[in-house]
T-cell receptor
């Protein structure tokens, strides 16, 4: 069955430090991959997505993610975290070429220390 | 960017009553809307896919008679939780896509969610 694993439930980093949020997926073929951020009172916002091509994807708010087929991973990175980045981050997959049905990971809650 | 709203943002009801949640795409037409349920500290689980003018498609394990979905227009989908019970308490989130085919490349725009508490 298709699944998405985010191994880290909660991560705390200092402001200005680098960040990497892990995501692994289990899928028969290469799926479409997404990272969303959820802030209280706001809807999930798409940070970036990967469909094909360059495996290093640039997103909004200074985030990037790298697709590694051999590791079935799509880790999210940011070189320097800002206090406003504190939120819940979700990795998601969707069947490539198929209907738009997102399967989400459990999420990683990011806390940022000043 | 595309905005999706939900109303109400928070609702408390008595057990046995029905609750309707609205999902609106404010500045675009959504041929397809999705309804998710999110339990505390857990991920979003897709409940159903709603296509304008047709019956919703429910995911396995979701009771279609309990969670009634109507997508009467290209900007509005409603989720009605019928005869709600405390176990239905959850955070319900909708999303909408702008693509005509509802393919996986269409970006889903999410509403802010509705917190349902059933007493």
């Amino acid at each position: 069955a298709q699944s998405v694993t985010q191994p880290d439930i909660h991560i705390t980093v200092s402001e200005g430090a680098s960040l990497e949020l892990r995501c692994n997926y289990s899928y028969g073929a290469t799926p479409y991959l997404f990272w969303y951020v959820q802030s209280p009172g706001q809807g999930l916002q798409l940070l970036l997505k990967y469909f094909s091509g360059d495996t290093l994807v640039q997103g909004i708010k200074g985030f990037e993610a790298e697709f590694k087929r051999s590791q079935s991973s799509f880790n999210l990175r940011k070189p320097s975290v800002h206090w406003s980045d504190a939120a819940e981050y979700f990795c998601a997959v969707a069947p490539s070429g198929g209907y738009n049905k997102l399967i989400f990971g459990a999420g990683t809650r990011l806390a940022v220390h000043p | 960017g595309a905005v999706v709203s939900q109303h109400p943002s928070r609702v408390i009801c008595k057990s046995g009553t029905s609750v309707k949640i609205e999902c609106r795409s404010l500045d675009f037409q959504a041929t397809t809307m999705f309804w998710y349920r999110q339990f505390p500290k857990q991920s979003l689980m897709l409940m159903a896919t709603s296509n304008e003018g047709s019956k919703a498609t429910y995911e396995q394990g979701v009771e279609k008679d309990k969670f009634l979905i109507n997508h009467a227009s290209l900007t509005l989908s409603t989720l009605t939780v019928t005869s709600a019970h405390p176990e239905d308490s959850s955070f319900y989130i909708c999303s909408a896509v702008t693509g005509l085919a509802g393919g996986s490349t269409d970006t889903q725009y999410f509403g802010p969610g509705t917190r349902l508490t059933v007493l």
